[in-house]
């Protein structure tokens, strides 16, 4: 297939180095990224405000494609608020305690109670719930709080961030950027996910083992001591709720989102309609909770703690519109926010650059996932995880495209490595809700984590060429 290559191609391209080599030096990308929109629009339409106009219609069209990914993220995080309030969020963990006797145990319960949590509270409110009630169990067991955060970071802000399988953030925001529909991405990603999950976290368990058999890790006493002053929340009758009422409740939440994975499953529920289900059920359940907690101030309370999500949401997804919004204009989005100034034969931005790139180049899956795994990891070192996967999955596009075939599969791999590096497994600033709830230092996370990350890293890169 013959493909005609514009300077509005090789624009678009130059601007994405550009994007990479600012992720690299650690700077924000929004300057460059609107500049681009505003120099493709200038270039497109030769008028000087219409390119100015595209700018706000290209974040206009990027809030419209992410609104039900901030929507969900506010209100898992809204509910997430009047659970831990009520007290029913301690509740719903508290039986896994009972479980905990070994360090092992410990490592192992702590890691998959929070990747559990995670996948429907998102990471961020999971790590305050299952530190404040699991880490004082851990420690009196043996395992130091170094090993506490370590679990909850790899499980939780690495692999249930990394799939977001419930929620479908990450995939939504890669998907679109690739052109691809969000079950395709979640699909590829499951067997990705969970090879990188489970070499990364027996790498730090052995490491963890290791140093605590030669005695230069270990719980220290003042870890002991800075605990032994939390409140038992689990019996504080401060939260307006009797103790039996909050498991029976904590039961009831565990049910009905447990019957929307089965909903899922058997009506084949996928990207929205999925995230709708999970949306409106986390609604119903703030409502309710809200107002056997607060009673009286219920109608109140409810709304603060939706103002509190939607501040978490646009907080989190502020810095991902401008870079959402210029990736869009190398798709689909193209033809909606600017609609002139490509050759009629035109698939795009991105799939004009693959079958060009196709055409030159000899490419294989091999090139590929490791292209795709350097560019995630690259995008990830802003601390955000997010910001930048939609880079991701634009180049995914590319070399699928070029290759022929597994855009999916690279899709799904720039997501991991992205989140995995930035998401808060690496980067020092993004680690610091685990580190601070332990009470460690992130950087030391960060360290103790780089050989098992770098170790998953590679070995998924090598199964996703497979794949390919």
Known sequence: ???????????????????????????????????????????????????????????VYAISELLGTILIISVIIAMSKVLSASGISDAMIAPAASLIKTPTMAYWII?????????F?????????????????ALKVGLPAMGVAIAMNLFGHGIALSGDFVIQGAPKLTADAAGLAVGEVVAASVPLVFICGTVTTLVAFWLLRRDLRQGTLRVE???ITGVTGLP????????????SLRKRLALVILVLFAIDVVVMVAAKLQGGEATALVGGTAVIILLVVSMLTHRNRGLEKITEYLIEGFQFGFRVFGPVI????????GDAGYFEIIGTGLPAS????????????????????????????????????DGSGFSGISLAGSVAKLFGTAIGYGTATLTALGQIAAIWVGGGTLVPWALLPAAAICGVDPFDVARRNLIPVITGLVVTTIAAALII
Do not use: K
């Open 232 to 243: 038992d929340r689990a019996n504080n009758s401060d939260f307006g709720l009797s103790p």
């Open 121 to 137: 509270f998102w990471p961020s409110p999971a790590v305050a719930l299952v530190g404040a009630v699991l880490l004082p169990v």
């Open 322 to 329: 401008p870079i959402a919004a210029f990736f869009y204009l």
């Open 1 to 59: 297939m013959s493909i005609q290559l514009t300077s509005l191609h090789w624009v678009y391209l130059a601007f994405i180095l550009g994007i990479v080599i600012v992720m690299v030096m650690r700077r924000d990308t929004t300057l460059i990224c609107v500049a681009g929109i505003v120099v493709l629009g200038l270039m497109a339409t030769r008028s000087l405000p219409q390119a100015v106009s595209i700018v706000f219609t290209s974040f």
């Open 346 to 381: 035109s698939q795009g931005l991105v799939n004009d650059l693959g079958i060009a790139l196709a055409s030159v180049a000899p490419l294989n899956s091999g090139i590929g996932a490791v292209t795709l795994t350097t560019v995630g990891a690259i995008t990830g070192l």
């Open 221 to 223: 006493s003042s870890e």
């Open 111 to 119: 890691g998959i109670v929070m990747m559990l949590i995670s996948w």
